[in-house]
């Protein structure tokens, strides 16, 4: 099992372009199975106060690592 903190300190690689995402933030949960089924990172040129996300789905992660995730996306 995992806490929530373990996935703040990761940062999110797109495998087939390399680009940097950022860092996940959020997370969404299934209220029923209560298995995580997102990663959110801060969407591209957001700001504090801005709400641009990227939602990342579970089935997209390929692999997490001490310190990165790898997600299969295309952005």
């Given at each position: 099992m995992f806490k929530a903190s373990y996935f703040k300190?990761?940062?999110v690689i797109s495998?087939?372009?390399g680009e940097k995402l950022g860092y996940?933030?959020?997370?969404e949960i299934d209220?029923?199975?209560?298995k995580i089924s997102s990663i959110v990172v801060p969407g591209k040129n957001s700001g504090i106060f801005?709400?641009?996300k990227t939602v990342i789905p579970w089935e997209k992660i390929k692999k997490i690592g001490d310190d990165t995730i790898l997600v299969d996306v295309n952005m």
């Open positions: 300190s990761r940062e495998v087939n372009e996940v933030y959020d997370l209220e029923i199975s209560g801005s709400k641009g």
